[in-house]
Each structure stands twice: as C-alpha cells, then as structure tokens.
C-alpha cells in the first residue's frame, strides 16, 4: 500500500515541479530576478561613468573603484589610496565607524591617525577594514563585480573628494535607482512570497481536512497550523521558526525570508509531500523523518542545478 501511495505521491511532486518550472520560467522573463534579492547589484552611470551598486536593507554600497576612473581608468587602487591616506579622510571613516559599527577598533584607528598627514604615510582599503574590523569600506573579489565598495555615506565623501560635479551627478542617479527600488517593493511583486505560496494552500487544506477537529478554538487551530510549518522548518532548515529567532534577534522576518532559490524550491515541494503524508496519516514524528530524508536529497540535486544557478 505504502508503493502505491508513494509511487503517487511521486507523480505528484513531478507535476508540481513542472508547474514550478513553468512559473520561474514566466517571472524570469516578465522581470529580473536579481531585482528580489535581499541584496542585489545594479549599474548607474555618472557623468558618463558606469557605477555598480549594492543594495541592501537600508545599506547600500558604492563602488568606489568605479568612482575612481573618473580620475584614472587604470589606477584606480592608487586614487583610493591617496584618498584615504589623508587626515580628513582618516578622520571621516574613523567618526563614521565609531557611529554605525559597535566592532571598530579605536586604538588601532589612532595608531593610524597619528600618522596621517606624514610623507611615508599609506593605506590600503584591505590594511583599513583588518586593522579596526571596519564595515563602512569592504573589498569584494573577483573579475566581475569585484573592487572595494563603500556604503553610501563614504562614497558621497569620495565623491566631493574627487569632483563636486562628478558627486551632483552621482547623487542624482543614486536618488532615482532608489526610488525605483520604492516602486519595486510598493508594486506587490516578491518572488520569495510567491514561491513559497505555490503550495500553501494544498499543505493548508491537508492540515484543516485531517488535523484539525470540529469546533476548535482559532487559537488552538492557529498552534496547529504553526506546528506544521515548523516540521518542514524542521526538515529543511533544522531549526523551528522560535529557535531561528532565537539565534537571530536582530533580524525582522522569519528563516524562510532568508533563504535562498534552492531552499525555496525545496520548501515548495516538501509542503505538497506533507499534505500527502498528512492524507496517508502518518505521524508528525514519521513525517518529520521522511521529509528530512526527501529535503537532504533534492537540496544536494537543486544545488548544482544550472537554472537555479541562474536564478541566483
């Protein structure tokens, strides 16, 4: 009995991942999925040079290695240098640290100060961020998107550092990324939401047609709904929805906003592999197992999946 069901519940999840397909398939196309990450890059230009950005939540970073071929395309390393090695600039970084980063490291940051302003004087964004443990500058490697960044209220520095025009124009495009990225999140669009819906309602249904008695209080119907959520917290992530918060206070929302295309795509199929399970009546201790096993084998398969690395 347990084959056949299987081999049905089987078939099921095919279908589902065909459906899947086809809407990541839709939504890539209609609009750029990089546009839904928590924290993605997109390209500006200002006065007729082409800046990358990094958008996050609330903290968003400039390239200032694309802000330096303003001055020079090919040593951009040598502009940010000479920038930095200066005492106003020295003096900037160290009170913008001092205000944003409970980390920075004080006595090594007056070592530097003492120095600023002498002939043999240098600094390097990577000798900066590993002596105060800085996060107003970072360095990012590679051939493409690599460079040091730095959050926006530093690279409108650098700007003004080297030219008020080149910062008017800078700003000027910064603002209206900006307001797109307003108009992104007010239009409802969000595929992590959608993903995760696909089959909300099927896991729901499940839940309310086999484990949730006549007559029960919304409270009590409520526990129930989130205890089953948690099993394919559990399943997937190894954490209920409590101990992820409890491991991350100072983040807002819940494991699931942070989770990445792989993940989301296997949380989808578990909530239709739970439902089954749920119909079958199997226990919420078996089940627990069963989609632990199912979660562990489709995340080593979708991981080295090609289109979901390009959804990535």
Known sequence: MFI?????????????????????????????????????????????VEIEVIFGEGEDYISLTDMARFKDRERTDYIIQNWMRTRDTLEFLGIWERLNNANFKPIEFDGFKSEAGLNSFSLTPKKWIEAVNA???????????????????????????????????????FQRLKLEEEQRLNSGWDVKRI????????????????????????????????????????????????????????????VRDYSDVAQLVCLANLETLNAEFIRQGLSQRDRLVRLNEIAIIQMKSLIGNNTIKKLK
């Open 4 to 48: 056949k069901n299987g081999f049905g519940c089987f078939v099921n999840v095919i279908g589902e991942a065909f459906v899947l397909a086809i809407l990541w398939k839709c939504l890539f196309l209609l609009y750029d999925y990089k546009t839904f990450s928590k924290n993605f890059m997109k390209k500006m230009q200002a006065n007729g």
């Open 135 to 173: 996060t107003g500058i970072v360095t990012k490697s590679g051939r493409y998107g690599g460079g040091t960044f730095a959050h926006k209220d530093i690279a409108f520095e650098f700007a003004t550092w080297l030219s008020p025009e080149f910062k008017l124009f800078l700003i000027k495009e």
């Open 195 to 254: 993903l995760t819906k696909v089959n909300y309602r099927i896991h729901t249904d499940a839940i309310k047609e086999n484990l949730i008695p006549q007559k029960i209080s919304i409270k009590e119907a409520g526990n129930i709904y989130a205890s089953e959520a948690d099993v394919l917290n559990k399943a997937l992530f190894g954490m209920t929805a409590k101990e992820w918060r409890a491991k991350n206070p100072k983040l807002k929302g819940n």
